[in-house]
């Protein structure tokens, strides 16, 4: 039988402006910046429609921002095609974007899942701080060669494989001098490099000051089993146990993230129609390059149901 699935983004969406028009359009959107705004003590509204760039780019304000908005895209979605919001079978969310789906699926509410996500930022940063770190995009090159690159930088720091997001697109994560010398090696061998908008290396064990401080901050919130599966970026597994859950958040903050074969679980599952909800369409993108057959409808600002 076929079934939809909603997707929503993780960080790195952000941009100036992001659900600005459609929190000027709808009363609801407009009440979850508001609502926002009480649990985080600043006017979230301001920064996600006016900026800087260089304050929306941090962790600290990125992820509660690409939560808030990604939630305000779907209050669109409710508002115009209401029918697709009851037929969805299936989520799942791109690092960040798992609490939004999670949400969605209303396994916690949106102020639990909101002081979730600004703890997860804050403890992010500070890990990012404490050691020069980054992330690089990796294009073009096969899962083989980017391994053996790996491999090879490593020998100047600590480096992984981060996000396995499809088919040529694979993302390292590591210590400052072993991301350059991986850029180095990777250009070496043909790839495309793009360095990401992000605080340090997430999703290794450079992070792991913070999956502690995830954990508690995850203890004191509750988790209900999600209406719907929700399908986890570190085991491809869809949780229902509340214990699980926030084990599989705090998992999270140090694993890779193991997109493609989330896709890939989806289509084989039995999905024929995708929805990305939230700001830009990077997930649009990565789907194609798993299957160019399955229509992916982006809503967010730019978009029309």
Request: glycine share 6%; charged share 20%.
């Amino acid at each position: 039988m076929a079934k939809t699935a909603f997707l929503f983004p993780g960080q790195g969406a952000q941009h100036v402006g992001m659900a600005q028009t459609i929190c000027n359009q709808l009363p609801a959107a407009r009440s979850l910046f508001d609502r926002a705004n009480e649990v985080l003590g600043y006017d979230l509204a301001k920064i996600c429609f006016e900026g800087p760039s260089a304050d929306l780019d941090s962790t600290v304000y990125s992820q509660p921002a690409i939560f808030v908005a990604s939630l305000a895209c779907l209050e669109k979605l409710k508002a115009e095609s209401p029918e697709v919001i009851d037929q969805c079978d299936i989520a799942a969310g791109l690092s960040l974007g798992e609490y939004t789906a999670l949400v969605f699926a209303g396994a916690m509410s949106f102020e639990d899942g909101l002081r979730v996500v600004q703890q997860r930022g804050r403890a992010m940063q500070d890990a990012a701080d404490a050691t020069p770190s980054g992330m690089v995009s990796v294009l073009m090159l096969s899962l083989e060669q980017v391994q053996e690159i790996r491999d090879q930088a490593s020998s100047t720091g600590l480096i992984e494989i981060a996000n396995y997001l499809c088919p040529g697109n694979l993302v390292l994560s590591g210590e400052t001098a072993a991301c350059e010398k991986a850029v180095e090696l990777a250009e070496a061998a043909g790839a495309r490099v793009v360095p990401l908008a992000v605080a340090g290396a997430f999703h290794t064990n450079i992070m792991k000051p913070a999956d502690q401080r995830l954990a508690e901050a995850l203890a004191n919130v509750e988790i209900q089993a999600p209406r719907i599966p929700v399908v986890s970026n570190v085991d491809v597994a869809a949780h229902t146990d509340s214990a699980e859950l926030k084990d599989i958040l705090v998992r999270q903050v140090v694993s890779p993230v193991r997109w493609e074969d989330t896709m890939r679980s989806f289509v084989d599952s039995g999905v024929e129609q995708f929805y990305e909800i939230g700001p830009g369409r990077v997930l649009t993108g990565l789907l194609k390059r798993v299957n160019r057959k399955i229509p992916c409808t982006v809503i967010n600002d730019s978009s029309a149901v």
